[in-house]
């Protein structure tokens, strides 16, 4: 389905208000003014970056911020309307790589093992490295203990060189957290 402020956009594409070059980006050629006429400017980036990575176009409705991502506005103006029910997946990983080569249609499902599959996502019950609360790698895991076993640092002391609360350090020690190992 698509929002409002995305039926706006491909609008203002339709009008020349935007482009779009072969790399998949988008930039503005006017402004609009406050008496709502528009104004030419020096072409440049119409996409601001979300809190999550991703490209946006701000666009006003009634006075309120509403966003189009950039992904979904670049697949419709080249491939058409995404089915209701699908989703973009950027198949390199890079929320802000909206190169035409690097998007594609897919169900929810379809994304999310895609992103399992490359590593963008940890499984939840993933273990060691894999978990996806994970703070210490395998080797500091192995240097913890080693460290702890010689007595040359308490568990505070090694909480601070590791960077993390000493009570990780106990659990790593105590062997309830990294038990495969």
């Known amino acids: 389905m698509i929002t409002k402020a995305e039926a706006i956009t491909m609008d203002r594409l339709d009008s020349g208000f935007f482009s779009i070059n072969d790399k998949g980006e ?65 198949l390199d990983g890079i929320k802000d790589n909206n190169h035409p080569d690097n998007l594609e249609v897919c169900t929810r499902s379809q994304n999310m093992k895609h992103a399992f599959r490359q590593g963008f996502v940890k499984l939840p019950g993933g273990i060691g490295e894999n978990h996806m609360f994970a703070r210490l790698r395998e080797k500091e895991v192995l240097r913890i203990r080693k460290i702890h076993k010689s007595g040359l640092l308490s568990m505070t ?15 790593v020690v105590d062997r309830a957290t990294w038990k495969h190992m």
């Open 26 to 90: 988008i930039f503005r050629h006017f402004v609009m003014t406050r008496a709502q006429k528009l104004r030419p400017v020096k072409s440049r980036r119409a996409e601001n970056t979300s809190g999550n990575g991703y490209l946006f176009i701000p666009i006003s409705i009634n006075g309120k911020l509403k966003k189009a991502m950039a992904h979904r506005i670049v697949w419709m103006w080249l491939n058409g309307a995404i089915p209701d029910g699908m989703e973009m997946n950027h």
């Open 157 to 171: 002391e090694l909480g601070r060189m590791f960077n993390v609360h000493v009570t990780t350090i106990k659990r």
